[in-house]
Structures are given as C-alpha cells and as structure tokens.
C-alpha cells in the first residue's frame, strides 16, 4: 500500500490526486488545480479576469519529465481526464478508512533544537518559526513571538496582494514590449516609404544629384539602425524584466500553493519577500520612447528650385559660339558650353 500511495503523490502539491485528475501528453498525471497553477506560472499574462480563466490556449512544462504540453483554446480543461487513476485512489481511500489509525496528511515539521516538540509558534524577532521550549528556555527566550496562524494568514494575505500586483504589472510591461515592436515596425515602414520617395525625387534629376542620393540614403539607414538598435535593447530590457518577475511570480505561486502553516513560513524564508516583489515591479529605471521617435520625415528631399534650374538650361547647337558663359539663369547655348568647369558651377550652386 505504501508503493501505491506513492505512485498516486501529485508532484505538483506533494499530496494524494484530488479529482479531477488529467493525464498528459507524455502520461504524467496532474490535479487538475496543478495544472492550472503550473499553467498559469509558465503564462502570467494569460491570468484570471473577473474570476474566470482565460482558456486561450499556452504551454507548460511537465514537472515531472519537462515534456512542453501544448494546450488548445480550452486550457487545461481540454486535457483528458484519467479515469482510472481516479477509480485506484477511491478504492485505495477506501482500503484506508478500513484500517484504524490510518490518516494521510502532511506531516508537521519538528523542531530541529528540540526533536519531541513540534513547531507551534513564530519568533517575531528572528522571523522564524520555533517551538515553545525555544521560547521558555531556548534561543528565543528573549524574542517576541506570535501564533502561528496569525502570522499564517498575515504572510499568506501579502503574499497574495504582491502577487496580484506582480501579475498587473507585468500585463503592462507587455503592453510596454508590444508597443514597443509595434513602434520598430512604423520605423521600418516609415524608413522603406521615406527612402522610396527620397529614391523617387533622386531618380528624377541629372547625374549630378546620385551622390548625394547615396549620401542621404546611408544617413536614413544609419537613423534607422541607430534607433532600431535602441528600441531593440530597450525592448531586451523590458523583456529581461518581465522574465524576471515571471521567475518571482512562479515562486510566490508554489509558496501560496503550501497549506501547512509551518511548512509555508519555512519555505516563505527562502521565498521573494514583498519588498522584493515590490522592487521587481518598478519600471522607473527603463526609459521610454518619446512620442515621434519613429518619425523619419525630416528626411525629406526638396529640389523644386534645383528642378527649375536644370529645366532652364538650353542646349543650343551654335558652331559659330563654342565658349560662351554660363548666365545666372543657368542658360548654355551650345554643348562645348557646358564643359566641366561649367558643370562644377552648377554644382555649386545646387549644393
């Protein structure tokens, strides 16, 4: 029976299955409520509203092997039910009941300085749990201490509200990291119709201008990866935080998920204190992106008075003039007119 009872430990909340019981896709077996919590630990964004699931789907990992389980648009209530798991434990149940004595629940820690006396009270001051010998002729003698339970239910309500907290604020840090690829994509959008009309406005004049079309095109590049790349790190930032605060989260989830109170103060010890949680949750020190960041259009390319100027000059075949000057209005009457020299003062005056 002992061999059995093992076999039918959730390794989730470490106690017996509790109905109903899903199997997993590599025949692992969770409580259902498990598999919600380890859902909802793996997805923090896909977190309950109005006091119903959101089942849109997600993933999770099996506890037991890491197999990743993929769940459809009905979350883990689209998982199988195992029912013969379910039909052993009630038989098993009943073979228990039938023996006197026989009573599974957790077992209450001991103290480690006093091996008889069960923990049974919280030392205030070291912010342990301790037994009642510490207290009377022990190393908390001097301490103040409190009922277990009422430091249980203390820790247990913060806990939950730093969890709540913890939960709405990474919903905006990935409202943050949306926004944030959205604006990289009005930059990449914004950058391929700037270069196209800058491109467009180029193609239409003389030789003259294709340098400073390139010239244009590389500082419009350069904007453009000088600012992806700063969206991207601060993206990377964003991210790197919200995974750190999934971290925290899923830690103060398996906590909350403890119902021994001894045992939760113990392994809250270890656990993200709410000061923590609470630094985890700030986002002052990541900048922001200023409204208009993703403007390109200060690239812009106007050679209207340029266009004029090269429509002005008249290419004149004279072969009794071949060396006459170039006028204000840009006008060469014949080809030899427009010799290099010429050609570098129109430079000049285009740029």
Known sequence: ???????????????MFTKPVVILPCQHNLCRKCANDV??????????????????????????CRHEVVLDRHGV???QRNLLVENIIDMYKQGSTSKPGVEVKPEQPMCEEHEDEKINIYCVTCSAPTCSLCKVFGAHKDC????????????????ADCVSMLVGNNERI?????????????VDENSRRQKSKVCETFDHLFALLEEKKSEMTVKINAEQEEKLDYIRGLRRKYTE???????????????MDESEMALFLQVNLNAPRPVQITEGSDTSHLDKVQHGYENMDHFTANFEH????????????RKQRLHLPITDNFICTTPAAFST??????SNKFL
């Open 306 to 317: 340029q266009r004029r100027a090269l429509s002005d000059i008249d290419f004149i075949k």
């Open 144 to 159: 103040e201490v409190a009922p277990l339970n009422d430091i249980f239910n203390k820790q247990k309500v913060e806990l």
């Open 77 to 79: 209530y689209g998982l």
């Open 39 to 64: 859902f909802q630990a793996s997805n923090p964004y896909l977190s309950t509203r109005s006091g119903s699931t959101v089942t849109s789907g997600g993933r999770f990992r099996c506890p037991s």
């Open 241 to 255: 935080h919200v995974d750190g605060t999934a971290k925290l989260l899923e830690t103060a989830i398996q906590t």
């Open 1 to 15: 029976m002992e061999s059995l009872e093992k076999q039918l430990i959730c390794p989730i909340c470490l106690e």
């Open 174 to 186: 990935q409202a943050i990291v949306s926004q944030l690829e959205e604006t990289c994509r009005a």
């Open 341 to 346: 020299e010429n050609f570098n003062i129109i």
